[in-house]
Antibody, heavy 120, light 111 residues
Framework: QVTLKESGPVLVKPTETLTLTCTVS??????????VSWIRQPPGKALEWLAH???????SYSTSLKSRLTISKDTSKSQVVLTMTNMDPVDTATYYC????????????WGQGTLVTVSS | QSALTQPASVSGSPGQSITISCTGT?????????VSWYQQHPGKAPKLMIY???NRPSGVPDRFSGSKSGNTASLTISGLQAEDEADYYC???????????FGGGTKLTVL
């Protein structure tokens, strides 16, 4: 059974750095056909893809947020970590991690999401 | 602004059929048969409904179908049910460095 679970702070202050962890089970981060993406959704708004990482450490970032994002993985811990620097209230959103297929970029399993609020 | 264009809303009555469009470019929707569709109920995570344009994952009712023509993909829901009321998002593989793009989402209302 494939599961993904996000963890991290629920509240961050403006200018702080956000660190989110996605812990996966039911598949390995060394699987060549799979990777993990981070996707966010501000309240009442659309999904926004942020970044992904594959088993060969291939990484991709949203063009608009690239300078603020870093994605990494610890295969032994089955964890993918996303950091976002210089947080702003507009970054308030539910952050999801999802499993992505390498060849067709479909997201077949999603975490439940974690709401992060940026406020002083 | 989302890379793929979807109508903001569609509606239909129970039992009817509706279609949601998703328009991109030759660099994404038109260039590859790698379009996916997701259903999202309020407060819930998205759920994969269609992948590779027209394939349904196990457990998705066959009332849901997908197609593509040129740079536009479509999701059709036939025999609308109240439980189909949700937001629907398309996504596509893209040849750009990001590898994936989303649509802006469509709110389906079952009247």
């Amino acid at each position: 059974q494939v599961t993904l679970k996000e963890s991290g702070p629920v509240l961050v202050k403006p200018t702080e750095t956000l660190t989110l962890t996605c812990t996966v089970s039911g598949f390995s981060l060394s699987n060549a056909r799979m990777g993990v993406s981070w996707i966010r959704q501000p309240p009442g708004k659309a999904l926004e893809w942020l970044a992904h990482i594959f088993s060969n450490d291939e990484k991709s970032y949203s063009t608009s947020l690239k300078s603020r994002l870093t994605i990494s993985k610890d295969t032994s811990k089955s964890q993918v970590v996303l950091t976002m620097t210089n947080m702003d209230p507009v970054d308030t959103a539910t952050y999801y991690c999802a499993r992505i297929h390498y060849y067709d970029s479909r997201f077949d399993y999603w975490g439940q999401g974690t709401l992060v609020t940026v406020s002083s | 602004q989302s890379a793929l264009t979807q109508p903001a809303s569609v509606s239909g009555s129970p039992g009817q059929s509706i279609t949601i469009s998703c328009t991109g470019t030759s660099s994404d929707v038109g260039g590859y048969n790698y379009v996916s569709w997701y259903q999202q109920h309020p407060g819930k995570a998205p759920k994969l409904m269609i992948y590779e344009v027209s394939n349904r994952p196990s457990g998705v009712p066959d009332r849901f179908s997908g197609s593509k023509s040129g740079n536009t993909a479509s999701l059709t829901i036939s025999g609308l049910q109240a439980e189909d009321e949700a937001d629907y998002y398309c996504s596509s593989y893209t040849s750009s460095s990001t590898h994936v793009v989303f649509g802006g989402g469509t709110k389906l209302t079952v009247l």
